[in-house]
């Protein structure tokens, strides 16, 4: 006995939509793949801000300084460094001109997201910092969570469209 048509509407409803989901899915590897759906230069793996206003609010700490001392280890797991850096100016948190903190980050080069433009060996930098509940402090995000400061600006990585505000960077001491 053959399927009448009101029989055979749901399976080739369900049939569509498969197909549907399967060219959607394999379009989107694709352009994946091509870089056009890559809208940053972050992954999915960690924030990332397309605004001042959003980028400076995710910072419990902002402050200007220089690299005073670096050390590499793997105290979590993975391999990092954790910066010393002494604090120049402060545009926001608790922490005093004069002291220093500390910053880590993955090691750069190790991986897909560290911060291949901040040189270990030193150099004056914003920085933009989260807290951690135990002590110590990261970047807010590998490509926006510092700033190299040449020639008293700002300049930000080459993934970072995303500038300083002029009041942080009033604050901080910077054109």
Do not use: C
Not at 22 to 31: E, I, R, Y
Not at 38 to 55: K, M, N, Q, R, V
Not at 118 to 141: I, K, M, Q, R, T
């Amino acid at each position: 006995m053959e399927a009448s048509p009101v029989q055979r509407r749901p399976w080739t409803a369900v049939l569509a939509g498969t197909v549907a989901v399967v060219m959607v899915g394999v379009l989107g590897v694709l352009l994946w793949d091509r870089g056009d759906l890559i809208s940053s230069g972050s992954s999915a793996d960690e924030p990332y801000y397309g605004s001042t206003a959003e980028l400076e609010e995710s910072a419990d700490v902002i402050v200007r300084g220089d690299i005073v001392d670096t050390r590499e280890h793997s105290d979590r797991g993975w391999r990092e460094v954790t910066a010393t850096i002494r604090v120049a100016a402060v545009a926001k948190g608790e922490v005093a001109v004069g002291t220093t903190v500390e910053v880590s980050y993955a090691r750069p080069g190790s991986g897909p997201e560290t911060p291949e433009e901040l040189d270990p060996a030193g150099g004056e930098y914003v920085f933009l910092l989260a807290l951690w509940p135990e002590g110590g402090s990261s970047l807010v995000n590998t490509s926006q969570g510092y700033y190299r400061i040449s020639d008293g600006r700002a300049v930000a990585t080459k993934d970072n469209p995303v500038p300083l505000g002029p009041e942080v960077r009033q604050r901080l001491g910077l054109g």
